[in-house]
């Protein structure tokens, strides 16, 4: 298993950051994430596309993590987009029935393209 990372790995000209989580995601990476994305909007990003492909593990309380950064990103005009799902973190995100609440897309090309037609209005962000 891999140690717990939580990255900005690209911004885009346009304001999107791309951000890659790795490892386990348990209780007290969930601290991590909160902090992580509460950094972020103190930066003013409000768009952000999200990889979990690395994720080993994740916890509710990570989940939990991710869904208030939602709330927020939400709150402030923007959109949390989540993409290439690990295997283990999509039957978590498949059990607890989020992907009515979340926005996802399959890469970040197509997070980038869902992003555009959110903000162009062509695509309603999620409740």
């Known amino acids: 298993m891999k ?4 990255t900005k790995i690209e911004e ?3 304001g999107v950051v791309v951000v890659a989580v790795e490892g386990q995601v348990g209780i007290e990476e969930a601290a991590q994430v909160s ?3 509460e950094e972020i909007e103190k930066e003013g990003i409000v768009w952000v596309i999200v990889s979990l492909e690395g994720v080993d593990f994740i916890s509710t309380a990570g989940v939990g ?3 208030y950064a939602v709330g927020g990103a939400r ?3 923007g959109e949390i987009v989540f993409i290439e799902f690990s295997p283990k973190t999509k039957a978590v995100f498949e059990f607890l029935d989020l992907h009515d609440f979340i926005v996802t897309a399959t890469d970040k090309e197509s997070g980038l393209q869902v992003v555009k037609e959110i903000k162009s209005g062509a695509r309603p962000a999620e409740a």
């Open 3 to 6: 140690d717990f990372k939580i």
């Open 12 to 14: 885009s000209k346009d």
């Open 35 to 37: 902090k992580f994305f």
């Open 65 to 67: 993590a991710l869904l």
């Open 75 to 77: 709150k402030r005009g």
